[in-house]
């Protein structure tokens, strides 16, 4: 019985979801109301509400399979691997398989609902949000290897090089490129980017520096003086 419970309500969020894109990719997001896509899916308000929580969830929760991605990445990491190589391979993956969130999938509804995303305010803010949250469980896993400030300032600088680096193959692909035409190039600019983050690594209890670091103010052979 449980499954079959499980199995009803999953179909009408794929419902509901299904409804609200569609409505949303031929009118814009802003020219459909909440009432539309709850009567296009067959259920009531306050049905829809219960699967998700704003008008905004409903497009943005397609993203929500990689919500926390980066932390569990560098969880599940092999153990001589160190965290920024998992992250920089996840992403070489995700550009082998076009992964739509590396920018590198030039489906026509794929590119339509990133130029949304992309184009709308209230979307684009509530991305923002999802990326904070990812920032933050990012810092968390990073803080098992390195300092607290370390890890937070990786943390930024990898989700953003993972944003840009997104952001410039979703361009290109509606300059009219393919994604095949594109890959060679955004392997090498992941490769490039990626290698100039550092490399957090594991710190004395209680000490800021990386082990073997030199001290702020100092060269490092001024530290081995």
Known sequence: MTGLRQLKKQQ????????AITLFLERGFDEV???????????SKPTLFKYFASKEDL?????????????????HRGQDEDPLTALHRHFLEGLRRRD????????????????MIFSTPGLAARLVHHTTKDEEALAEALREVTDDL???????????????????????LTRGESADEVYPSAVAAADHAFGLLPRP???????????????????PRDAED
């Open 12 to 19: 009408v969020h794929d419902a509901i979801s299904t409804a």
């Open 33 to 43: 109301s909440v009432a539309e896509v709850a009567a296009a899916a067959g259920v």
């Open 59 to 75: 497009v943005l929760h397609r993203i929500s399979d990689h919500h926390e991605e980066s932390a569990r990445v560098v969880r």
């Open 100 to 115: 739509p969130v590396t920018g590198l999938n030039d489906h026509p509804t794929v590119l339509a609902y990133h130029r």
């Open 150 to 172: 370390t890890a937070r300032l990786v943390a930024a600088q990898t989700l953003a090089v993972q944003r840009v680096l997104a952001r410039e193959n979703w361009a290109r």
């Open 201 to 219: 690594g594991r710190t004395e209890r209680g000490g800021a520096h990386e082990r073997g670091a030199a001290p702020h103010g100092t060269t």
